[in-house]
Structures are given as structure tokens and as C-alpha cells.
């Protein structure tokens, strides 16, 4: 059995909750918005406190790497790392993006968010009655570079669509996709954050990777190139 604290705070739409083998038992979501910091921890140590949770009720902590905005990813990692200390169990990270789930199944949708003049982070994939199979793995792409990587996606899955959709739209008014906009899916990522455990991802890491990709793959190129 695991049970586990699950925290993700690297886009507009933070959440947090408690899982019980892969059962959400508990899920808040914060105000939408990029001032979670204000509200995370008060409502975390509000929930411990009420709950009277104590490291030997739990498995490991979860967090949810990014990529997304830096600022938010990082809140919510010092306050998972903080836990993790104190409480000495495990610190398992997931991609952000495996939170972001279409809501029909066998068609391929791709997890996105705006990177704003990166051009957009984003992860493919199919959800079928097995799971989702993902297709690559978390990537930034400029908006000249969305167009062909997306092409062959029906389904675009984000956190918060107005602005990326403009500028795609913009971008290529012959393609058509349909947006869905949504919290992450905490059952979504509790799968991930359990698979992660059970591989023992966790070990041997003295700290977790945060996936906040900077470079787009044209300037991965080129720094290569002129390396």
C-alpha cells in the first residue's frame, strides 16, 4: 500500500491532495492564478494539522517537476523537499504535463503550455483503456516548430488556452484542433508518481531535476553546431 502527499503548482491552476494506491482521497485546488505561493502552504499545513498526518502515515511525497512557470515550480518543490526532509521519506517527481488528460480516448492529444516567447511546452500521446501511451517525452518547441510537430494531434489538453490558442491560430489558420482547458488530473499524475516509486526512481538522487526547458530544440541545434 502507498500513501502519499501529492503537490502541483507549475501553472495557473495549482493543486494538492492525497492519494491512497492510486484513490484520491483528497484534492483542493488553488486560486487560479501565479500567486500560489501565498496560498499552498497555509492550506497544506491546514490540511496536516486537520488530518493529523505524521511521516509514518506516509509513503513518499509526490511533486510535479514542470515544465511551466519557474517561479511556481519552485514553490512548490521547496515546500515538497521541506516535507521530505522532516518527515525523511522519499521525494518522488513526475513530468507536469502527464496532468493534463483528454477526456476521450484512442486519439491522439498532446499535454501543452505556454512557454510564452518560447513557444510552448509540450508532451504527446494516446489515452486508451490501458493508460495513456506516451510519444516523446517533455519538450519546448518555438511556434515555428509547433505547426509540424503537432499535425498529427486532434486534441490539445492545457491549463489555460486564451493566449497559446491565439498564437497558434495565428500561426497556422489551416490546422484545426480541439482545446480542452483543465486543472491537472490528480489520478493522473498519482499513476505516475506510483509507477516512479515502485521503479525506484527516487533513489540515489540527492535532489529532483526541475523540467523547466529553456531552449527550444532549433537553439539545441545550433549549440551543438557551434560547440
Same mark, same amino acid.
Given at each position: ?7 502541483e503548482t507549475s501553472t495557473e491552476r495549482g493543486v494538492f491532495g492525497l492519494s491512497q494506491d492510486e484513490k484520491i482521497l483528497f484534492c483542493e485546488e488553488l486560486p487560479f492564478g501565479m500567486t ?91 489515452l486508451t483503456d490501458q493508460g495513456i501511451d506516451y510519444l516523446c517525452e517533455p519538450s519546448i518547441y518555438s511556434l515555428a516548430e509547433l505547426g509540424t510537430f503537432l499535425k498529427d494531434v486532434k ?9 497559446? $490558442?491565439?498564437? /497558434? &491560430?495565428?500561426? *497556422? ?7 480542452? %482547458? !483543465?486543472?491537472? @488530473? ?18 540515489? $538522487?540527492?535532489? /529532483? &531535476?526541475?523540467? *523547466? ?7 539545441? %541545434? !545550433?549549440?551543438? @553546431?557551434?560547440?
Amino acid at each position: 500500500m502507498s500513501r502519499f502527499l501529492l503537490i502541483e503548482t507549475s501553472t495557473e491552476r495549482g493543486v494538492f491532495g492525497l492519494s491512497q494506491d492510486e484513490k484520491i482521497l483528497f484534492c483542493e485546488e488553488l486560486p487560479f492564478g501565479m500567486t500560489q505561493s501565498r496560498f499552498l502552504m497555509p492550506r497544506l499545513a491546514e490540511f496536516i494539522q486537520q488530518n493529523s498526518l505524521r511521516s509514518e502515515d506516509l509513503t513518499f511525497i509526490g511533486i510535479g517537476t514542470g515544465p511551466g512557470s519557474y517561479t511556481g515550480i519552485r514553490v512548490g518543490m521547496a515546500v515538497a523537499q521541506a516535507l521530505s526532509y522532516s518527515w525523511k521519506i522519499p521525494l518522488v517527481g513526475v513530468s507536469s504535463l502527464d496532468g493534463f488528460v483528454p477526456s476521450k480516448k484512442n486519439v491522439p492529444f498532446a499535454a501543452i503550455i505556454d512557454a510564452r516567447i518560447g513557444g510552448a511546452y509540450v508532451r504527446k500521446g494516446i489515452l486508451t483503456d490501458q493508460g495513456i501511451d506516451y510519444l516523446c517525452e517533455p519538450s519546448i518547441y518555438s511556434l515555428a516548430e509547433l505547426g509540424t510537430f503537432l499535425k498529427d494531434v486532434k486534441i490539445l489538453v492545457t491549463p489555460f488556452f486564451p493566449s497559446l $490558442k491565439l498564437k /497558434l &491560430e495565428k500561426q *497556422y489558420p489551416d490546422l484545426m484542433w480541439t482545446w480542452e %482547458e !483543465k486543472a491537472p @488530473s490528480l489520478d493522473a499524475l498519482a499513476h505516475r508518481m506510483n509507477l516512479a516509486y515502485r521503479n525506484e526512481a527516487w533513489r540515489n $538522487k540527492g535532489h /529532483l &531535476e526541475l523540467l *523547466y526547458l529553456k531552449e527550444t530544440e532549433a537553439e539545441r %541545434e !545550433k549549440n551543438k @553546431s557551434s560547440s
